[in-house]
């Protein structure tokens, strides 16, 4: 069996927007921040060119409206172009009004750059959870066929434990359907570790990520890793937070760009959306209502 081809995805947005930091920044400040987020994105631009990998990369709007040549880089080098939403705001402490509003805000906003269909979507800090999973209907509604939102773990700010860890298909409340690739976890007894990237990346020795993600696809399954611009950035300005979050943010920065580089030499990447059609949980162009839940209501899908 040939090596699983796994997610290489990218959240782009500044250190100043991280929900860790929010108590330092108010976002009425974000204009006035030291904006680090280009550089940071084309030095991974580089990188994965190096290694010869495509990438998805979710947008924040708010960055896209400020770089769109960044956004043109990105789709001109044959990455995946997939939305972070707008404004980076936890999706339950929004109503559904204003997801609503800002989904389709951050999704016209990277059509026009890109002249491509956007049908990818990431939300804040994987905020889809039992309490905001009306947003999935939101997503369908909005155009969207694929999904990287929901972390099957516990945590303090997102998570949806006990939920599928590998690319499913999953009914929303309304009946659509949509493609779902949860942040990749590891299985252990009593316990489900969440390994796809980013602080977790950071915390944990390199060795210990590679056997993990490594033990995914000796599963046959494929990863989702996760990193952000800001995290190759040791030179960012620091921010004055509590201890936990400032442990959280700036843990390893300086350690992380040649951890990357070890991780593309090891493992099979591509674009997210590659990945679900491979696993045929993509196979449907869009947006019908499903009848699924009339037939079956456990029935899972692919
Ligand atoms: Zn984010």
């Not at 060119?49 to 769109?68: H, N, P």
């Not at 905020?127 to 509604?141: F, G, K, V, Y």
Request: hydrophobic residues 35%.
């Amino acid at each position: 069996m040939t090596d699983p081809l796994n997610a290489l995805t990218v959240d782009v947005e500044d250190y100043f927007q991280v929900a860790a930091l929010a108590e330092a920044v108010d976002r009425n400040d974000w204009s006035s921040m030291e904006y680090r987020v280009e550089a940071n994105t084309d030095r991974l631009l580089e990188l994965f060119d190096q290694y010869r990998v495509k990438a998805t990369f979710f947008t924040l709007g708010w960055v896209a409206e400020r770089s769109k040549e960044l956004v043109r880089r990105i789709d001109d080098a044959g990455h995946e172009v997939a939305s972070h939403g707008y404004s980076h705001q936890l999706i339950y402490n929004q109503t559904p009004e204003v997801f609503r509003e800002e989904t389709r805000k951050s999704k016209h906003i990277l059509e026009d750059i890109t002249g491509k269909a956007i049908t990818g979507y990431r939300a804040a800090s994987y905020s889809i959870t039992q309490q905001s999973r009306w947003a999935l209907d939101i997503l369908c509604e909005e155009g969207f066929t694929w999904d990287s939102s929901i972390f099957p773990v516990h945590h303090d700010r997102y998570g949806m434990p006990g939920t599928p860890r590998w690319p499913h298909r999953l009914t929303t409340d309304k009946g659509y359907e949509l493609a779902e690739f949860p942040l990749t976890t590891l299985k252990l007894p009593g316990y489900t570790l969440p390994i796809a990237g980013g602080g977790y990346f950071r915390l944990f020795p390199y060795w210990f990520s590679q056997w993990a993600l490594g033990s995914i696809n000796r599963q046959g399954q494929p990863f989702v890793f996760y990193l952000h611009p800001w995290e190759i950035d040791p030179g960012q300005p620091r921010l004055d937070v509590k201890w936990f979050s400032r442990f959280r943010h700036y843990n390893n920065l300086d350690v992380c760009e040649q951890r990357l580089e070890k991780l593309l030499a090891r493992f099979k990447f591509t674009t997210m959306s590659h990945v679900l059609k491979e696993r045929g949980v993509l196979d449907e162009p869009v947006l019908r209502q499903s009848r699924a839940n009339e037939i079956n209501p456990q029935t899972s899908h692919g």
